[in-house]
């Protein structure tokens, strides 16, 4: 379960963002909707441990994750929060397997090969695994994106605009992707966007 309580945040000495309360179970899979400047991808941020709020608290499951030390942070968000962001970032200098890998390890788990492997056949990149990310196509960078949101299996799926720069065939196959891959293991999938496109889709909805 993904909970928040009160949650405020500000940037330096501009006024506070509030945001309302959220109660997500396993599985659920949810839209956070909000015009650009609305705070949507700082809200997405706070979920995932990146920031840390100025009052209130962010709960998965029996764990308030702002009151943990950066140290332990790191290690629970690389087990169970898988991030998506609306630019790629890898690792250049070392291949798709390595950046992979390197997610793993940075979460304490040893790097899994065959799990690798397998997760990135499902996503139809499996031939790229040897390439480095600066041979990717747009596409395959998103797709190597997911796989390494997803390789240590996480409880929870946070995609910030995913389909912003998408024309409809290609939103669908991505959406589609992710809805599948969070059913594979039960997680709860929630896309942060301001793409309508996506409101008919999605029944349990987060409007700012």
């Known amino acids: 379960m993904l909970q928040t309580q009160g949650l405020a945040y500000s940037y330096g000495n501009s006024e506070q963002l509030h945001f309302p309360d959220i109660e997500c179970k396993s599985g659920e899979h949810w839209l956070l909707l909000g015009q650009s400047g609305s705070g949507k991808t700082t809200l997405l941020h706070l979920l995932g441990g990146l920031r840390s709020p100025k009052n209130g608290m962010v709960k998965i499951e029996d764990t308030v994750i702002n009151k943990l030390s950066s140290a332990k942070l790191d290690r629970f968000r690389g087990q169970n929060i898988g991030i998506i962001f609306q630019q790629s970032h890898f690792v250049r200098s ?115």
């Open 94 to 208: 070392i291949s798709v397997q390595e950046n992979l890998a390197l997610s793993q390890k940075l979460a304490g788990v040893r790097p899994d090969y065959q799990r690798i492997k397998e997760i990135l056949d499902q996503l139809n990149v499996g031939h790229k695994i040897k390439s480095s990310t600066r041979a990717l196509s747009v596409g395959e960078q998103q797709r190597v994106a997911i796989a390494r949101a997803l390789i240590n299996k996480p409880k929870i799926i946070l995609a910030d605009e995913p389909t912003s720069a998408l024309d409809d065939r290609n939103t669908t196959q991505v959406i589609e992707l992710l809805e599948e891959q969070a059913r594979a293991v039960d997680a709860i999938l929630l896309i942060v966007t301001h793409d309508n496109r996506l409101t008919n889709i999605f029944d349990k909805q987060i409007h700012l």
